[in-house]
């Protein structure tokens, strides 16, 4: 048995939680948006085309805003493409993932949508094959009221109102060998400037981010956020973060830590953006926009892109299939960013639908949910108020790759008005149980829900014809003290504990 | 009675008077064009819609040359947009001064209008948004006869002959922060080279612009010079410079004194660009073109572009309304130019109508004088022959910019052919009139003309009422000596003394 | 009687003969295109109107490759000028060499010439004016099968199966002052590493060729090569070199030694290139494609492109007159490409047509050799099978330029299913003749044919009137002894000895 001890203060506070943190992503990848959130003639498909048993698990899992059009995808793309009569749009070549784009679904399809599923968008420009002119061009055409060209155009394309996007992606991952139209730091980072200040022109009040490395383990990391930031730090206002984990062999432990990773990484690149700030003199801090995370198993046969003379239209791509431990990393994913909500305050879970996503559908048949969808779901309708400043104390686990780490990993809200605090705990030994204790100063405590994502395998998958074998059941083994509150979390589990102030 | 002499040798001579130092300056900014220079169905408007006073007031001020279409405009602007029937041209967000651009007046109307005024044409090429293509595109439909694509779309749109264009400007002011499309110095001047280059292959003799610094006190100034013309010394003919002066406070002595940064500025590109030439061995001299010069309340609320969702099309902005001392001041510019003829060959006067202007208009209303277009005029029309290697030797003021400075400033012109010359002076106190003695050598002299602007009061201003309070009346305080001239001039005034020789 | 020996042995090889050695240029420059391969009316055009009497001399002189459409041309190239109705195709004003596009003839025609004549298409992409996505529009419209935008264009367009091109030029010349869009190396290298990057996700197999130097005098030769592969190394197969000789003045002797100046070049780069790979620790080799070499007298009039107000249509231009001598240097500079045939693994003489070509055209007339023609064609013909390691020695002969030099030089080939091989030589002596032994190890030798191009003059040259001057005629002067043949060369001659093992 395990045993660890969080202590809540409600006046320690880290930060507002942003509505922001529990953003998504839709790519033109795969089965994302075609036959993902987009297939006319599906039983459930509106007038508009888009499937509404899918806009329902949206809604459920509570995605704030979504990343679009890309990733990879937007580094070639021709926004223009995708507006207009649909009959007349060309297909293109999409070289990120060897696809073929009909650009049935565009701009203001995704915006239509997005209406549908109440999230934000987050929009990304093309700085890969483009440059200043055609994000000018964009932003016109989706944020101008009217009496320019392309407003008059996104009119006449039957949308009167703008859109009103407020944040913008300065390109994606411009360092990765892998993306057309990649920079080196300093030129990527004067393009994204001169983007970002040409944008501002235009709306001063844009929220713009600025690429970051791809991920921590390029050979550039560190050096392309100083050099990008020495470029263009007056002119953003966040730095993008991307990592992906997995199990690599059987190493359990190691993969169950993976929040470890994240914090390190959090933690590094805002001592590299403070670091620029303090060179520059600079007042502004620059804020992450984590806006790719996941498991994902990237060497898996799922992940390789059709290749040769095989270019599909929304092949089954990146499907990656979630078991239980795969729940918990998200779970204990969702703990790290909240914990870093002071500068965190954008993320995207990468990504919506099909695409290594916590929602998958068939073509013409059902819509379901991964087990990944759980702890995501739950702690975006959870997580409320502001984040404590709080970190658990006790018992360790050995894990290859981190060495020693605690066994439970916890994050906690405290939601001033509604008098009542959540909860959101890992227990990352794959053995034993864990007991955690929850002590909150000032304050009597009542649980009001606790559960958990557990199961004896934590291999066990949800599938189309089993679709809830991972799901989240009520803890009962929470019990109440002078101090706080004891709960009991089984080994590999995800658990939410809510509670209010008596 | 301040007191100074000026000592003239017909002999000893600076450069010839250049034409292009009396250039003015025509963007697509607030209402130069629109309802300035054009606006049809005013009274006066011709079959093209020119206000033909605008014209006659043009012809008056002898301004030569006009650089066009801008300015900070011409960094996002599509020089196509602006042909062929207005009725299919798009209207555009201009960002360079957030209003709306309907490209009625484009690159086929402003030479109309050109031609009309007896000017000659300075076009800028967009190097923010765009690059050597486009530059390419608009130099073959203004200058190429015919045959070509572009060269025939001209041709269709009614203009059978090529302008013939000659100068040209590589972008605009590509240092300053809130440039669409700024660069660093070794980039914008690969990109002036590789442009000036191309050009220049389709007519080698066109003279060509670098844009040097947006003002000298940008923190780049001296180091941007440097890296641009280290890229495009070979390349380019000249190298620009912009300065605006005002009244700082009530230090009515500096602002008199503003000639004095503009000796300084000049010196110091000059002794940068020789410096290039020195390390590239080359016997080529760059020459400068002053492409933007005035008084300017940059401050002032005149100044402030129009914000969030008001895009207005040619609204009121930068309409300056100068008094006696910005008169004076502008005469005194003039002196410095003049006296650096040896290397400023080209100048334009930023603007020409409305826009920090010498000449105002109202919408359907009366076009007039301000107190600035006197001292233009005249010198324009007087500067004639060659510059004499002179300068006043006498009193001086003090002024807490530049310390002590003499209290008259002035440049002589020597006009061989019709054996006459012109002297340009300025008192620069504020409250004392200036004696000075003008001494000949070699010649006889007698006077032909003398006239000053000044008055009592150096804050009293033209209006639309009273459009005629500053301007030039007759001096007849001149006395004619056995070695020249001696002319007594008041506080705060410019004069002009013409005299032949016997 | 200069001497020299030979000493051959099948077993000592370089490289197998790569057909690409034997390539050729076919430029929109004066008139290669337009009265050079393509003359509708013609007598002898075919229905595509491709002159019929070219299309066999390109089939006699073997020609196995063709780059394509540029050169310098390429540069300011927009290659969908040259797709659908020929009347509707814009005409262009070509910056490159002073004269007038008229696009009749665009990728499609080049691509129907290409297989009518049998040879292997070399693109080049422009990255003078452009950049990544025209290179993909362009490699889409060629390369893909269907579905596509510009795959379906080109289908529309009458060519139902794409062209699947192998080898791309990214760009030409890139670091010539006379370049359209004239980059530094580093910048090129980028923009080259770029493109490949982004061309090889449509098809990894591409073979990619970046811009060395635009020969080896250049003031950045070296130092280009380096920085463009530091930049660009993983992503391309080949680096560019170009090289042309002349006679100056009267030093024919030097002019003889030309190979000389090619092998030392082609080793510098070997090494820059070889460096550059050990740095990144690759071991990838980067290869040679000498993709422009000849004779060619720059300096002389026919080199001097239309200035001025004439940009004509295909005007006679570079169309250098050769000589013995010249057919000679030829044959000597093929020597050298084919001793480098393990790094130089593709070549273009350039040009096929007119323009510094081996074979001319009359408008309306015939077609006729020149005196270089017959060296390529014997030796495209007779180098089979592999290169044999081995180099003459013997006397030598003094050059102004090349120090003392071998007098007789020459290559051979083994094709050892035929069991026999080919033996080309040159005597660079400009009066006495040479006696070359050739000992091959280990077999018994018997000749099969030995040819020489020589005579009295050196400076004779082939014309309309009389085109068949200088050409190989049967060398009769060869012995046969126990070690091998013995053949004797004219001075300023060059000769295939072909033999057979017994």
Redesign the interface.
Known sequence: MKRATLQLDPRRQVAPVRPRLFGSFVEHLGRCVYTGIYEPGHPTADGDGFRTDVLALVRELGATTVRYPGGNFVS?YRWEDGIGPVEQR????D??W?S?ETNAVGVDEFMRWAGKAGIEPIMAVNL??????AA?DLL?YTN??G???YA?LRRANGVDKPYGIRMWCLGNEMDG??Q?????AS?YG?LA??TA??MR??DPGLELVACGSSHSGMPTFGDWERDVLMEAY?QVDYISLHAYYHQAGDDLASFLASAEDMDRYIDSVVAIADAVGAVKRSRKKIMISFDEWNVWYQRAAASVPPSG?D?PVAPRLLEDRYNLADAVVVGGLLISLLRHSDRVTAACQAQLVNVIAPIMTEPGGPAWRQTIFHPFAQTARHAKGVVLDARPAGSTVDTARFGEVGAVDAVATWDEQARGGTVFLVNRDTSEEAEVTVEVTGETVEVVECATVSGPDPYVDNTLDAPDRVRPLPNDRVTRSDTGLTVTLPPVSWTILRWAAA
């Open positions: 070639s060309p297909a293109r070549l070289l990120a060897h073929l890969g094959t483009r440059g200043v002119e000018l016109e101008h009221r009496g320019s060209h008059e060998p892998w057309v139209g990649r920079r080196s030129e004067r400037g001169q200040s040409a022109r235009f007056d003379e270019w």
